[in-house]
């Protein structure tokens, strides 16, 4: 089967929500629609290491691969999301070449990295540890999040980093970064400043959204968009059921 990690290269049109409440449930509710991946988010959401490999389990068992946006970059929180089975891993916060480059060194096996080889869900606990590591060598996703002015400044530094598989632009905190730092550049500027970097060092990019509509338009430009997520479709859906009834 076509890996999340080839299609990604290739630059298939990749499209799937972040997945912050807390319960496999949920998992398996969204995954019935057929995303192209979900990506649970452990930096903003009270999801523990034992209930993130419940809902990489409810992923799997659907037949969606599950991206996981750990909760910070030590080597720990990458090694708990893989170790669980996830097909790749979401750093937030990359500024720097010398962070891209520890990120990559937790998420990938030697030679590319120093990634532990444990006997975790991911390698059939002890079964398989060759055949996993072959696997992961091949498969694994790691997507850096470039979100901040100086991953802006840093951006081709960055982007020249060895075994990035995705550039992903988070826009709420580049625009809260921005507004804290002033300066005269609007984050339509900055956001295209990242687009350009990542297609000059010929890594593909990413961008989270709000909407189809606007998921229609970044598929022009880019080819993975993150668009809502589980609580963002239930406010939505909720917002809507119980507006009140007409007079
Ligand atoms: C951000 O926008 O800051 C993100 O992390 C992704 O939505
Ligand atoms: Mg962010």
Known sequence: MTSLRDR?????????????IPSPVTVEIVAGARPDFVCIDTEHSPISDALLTDMIRAADVARVPALVRVRGKAPCHIAA????????????HVSTADEAAAAVRA???????ARGA????????????PGYVARARAETVVAIQLETVQ???NAPDILAVPGIDLAF???GDLG???????????????????IDAAARAKVPSGIFTADRAASVDWFRRLSFVIEGSDALLLTQASDTAFDALPG
């Not at 669980?84 to 891993?89: K, M, P």
Request: net charge negative; charged share 20%; glycine share 16%.
């Open 151 to 153: 991953a802006v400044e």
């Open 118 to 129: 444990g006997p975790g869900r991911a390698a059939g606990y002890l079964r398989d540890i």
């Open 169 to 171: 632009i988070g826009p």
């Open 8 to 20: 990604l290269l290739r630059r298939d049109p990749l499209r799937g929500p972040f997945l912050g």
């Open 81 to 92: 999301a893989l170790d669980a089975g996830a097909s790749g891993v979401m750093i937030p």
């Open 176 to 194: 809260v970064d921005l507004a804290a730092q002033g300066g005269s550049h609007t984050l339509e500027d900055l956001v295209n400043e990242l």
């Open 107 to 113: 998420a990938r096996y030697a030679p590319e990295g």
